[in-house]
């Protein structure tokens, strides 16, 4: 049975804290940038620029924010990082030790493109590839005593069976327990997986193959509202936002008809072959989403829309707006909505190399930059923003 959960915060005031830090990974550079932006001034700054073996194109924290994973980008055979995070100074923000890279198992030739960290025990991270043979993904063990470091053993190798498999993102139900979902952009579809509480290892329970008839979706990532009632996901190839719904059965797996609820990310009459549509996440306080296009060529510029979501919930009530950034986006343009108000999110460009903070209007029908840093680093940053803060 579906757990429903109790969302009294939706409409609650921001919780502004001054001071918040923030974490960036890069494509091709092995550097984990460490930044603050202080929500009173608007003042985006580097504190820290943290040397480490590889490039990381995503970066994620654990729950307790102990250890940092990452993907190694541009390593073959393919492979995945952990990085110890301790407090660190009061300037300096949290200071990261690296702890391994582990090759991803299986027999495929992709590159790691996404890591998911589990949000109960076993405490087991999650790995799938992109390019050439991307079918396979990797569940890696970790030691607990050691501040969730991956610890080099391989819990489950699988593959994804669809043809022109691979897997660019995954999320947790926020309302089942050990359930999770899975954007297949080459197969365009959507995958449920049950997690055994005990080892970690993952069952495929459902696949959702979305309907030809609609033109090739390309699910990059995928956003599950708290209450279980939606998914929200966001399509590469045609630059859209579509939303389904979950059925009332054991998984909660994704219904097809809801498909047919879905917002562009481009404006009328834009080719949605020249853009490949980045992000979807539910801001902090989980009445609205957040979402980010980019253009292929450098001379074009990406979007940034918000939606507004029904408390009851999670439907999407209306997209607020579609606001150009400052450049395509390059291998980014990856929003992230920041933990402590719904009006703000960072957003990474990989063209020029920085990262800007965005603040909706008051009446979240436009938004604004407020900070902008750049980080040019010769073409490796910026990849995703992890708030740690």
């Known amino acids: 049975m579906r ?22 990974g890069t ?13 009173e001034t608007n003042q985006l700054t580097e504190v820290a620029n943290t040397s480490t073996p590889v490039g990381s194109s995503w970066l994620t924290l654990s729950k307790d924010k102990r250890t940092l994973y990452g993907t190694a980008w ?19 923000g949290p200071a990261l030790t690296h702890q391994a890279t582990v090759q991803a198992g299986g027999n495929c030739t992709g590159s790691a493109i996404s890591v998911l960290a ?7 991270v999650y790995g799938n590839l992109y390019y050439l043979d991307a079918r396979c993904a990797t569940v890696f ?26 897997v660019h993102g995954m999320t947790w139900s926020a309302a089942m327990a050990n359930v999770v979902y899975s954007a297949d952009t080459g197969g365009n579809a959507i995958w449920t997986h049950s997690r055994d509480g005990g080892t970690g290892a993952l069952t495929p329970v459902g696949k959702l193959v979305l309907p030809a008839e609609r033109g090739h979706c390309g699910p990059r990532h995928i956003a599950a509202h708290p209450l279980g009632v939606y998914l929200y996901v966001v399509c590469e190839a045609s630059s859209k936002i579509i939303q389904l719904r979950l059925n009332e059965d054991e998984f909660a797996t994704p ?19 020249d853009f490949w549509a980045d992000e979807v996440l539910i801001s902090a306080l989980g009445g609205f989403m957040w ?36 450049t395509s986006g390059g291998f980014a ?22 990262v800007e903070i965005w603040r909706t209007a008051d009446d979240y029908r436009s938004a604004s930059v407020v900070a902008h840093l750049d980080l040019p680093d010769g073409g490796g940053c910026c990849a995703n923003v992890v708030w740690y803060s």
């Open 255 to 273: 219904n097809a008809t809801a498909a047919d609820k879905e917002w562009p990310l481009l404006r009328d009459g834009e080719d949605p072959a």
């Open 141 to 166: 063990s970790v030691d607990a005593a050691n501040a969730g470091a991956l610890d080099g053993g391989i819990v489950q190798t699988y593959t994804y069976d669809l043809p022109g498999s691979a």
């Open 333 to 354: 343009n990856a929003v992230a909505p920041s933990p402590f108000d719904d009006r703000v999110a960072a957003l990474t460009e990989n063209v020029t190399g920085s």
């Open 3 to 24: 757990i429903f959960l109790s969302l009294v915060a939706f409409w609650a005031p921001a919780i502004l804290a001054a001071t918040h830090y923030m974490l960036v």
């Open 118 to 124: 589990a949000i109960d025990p076993p405490w087991t």
């Open 74 to 92: 541009d390593v073959q055979p393919a492979a995945f990082v952990s990085y110890a995070v301790a407090a660190g100074k009061d300037d300096d």
């Open 27 to 39: 494509f091709s550079t092995n550097s984990i940038y460490t930044l603050t932006f202080d929500d």
């Open 291 to 326: 979402a980010s296009n980019r253009a292929h060529e450098t001379g074009r510029r990406g979007y940034v829309s918000v939606f507004t979501l029904q408390s009851e919930d999670g439907d999407v009530e209306a997209q607020m707006f579609l606001q150009e950034t400052a």
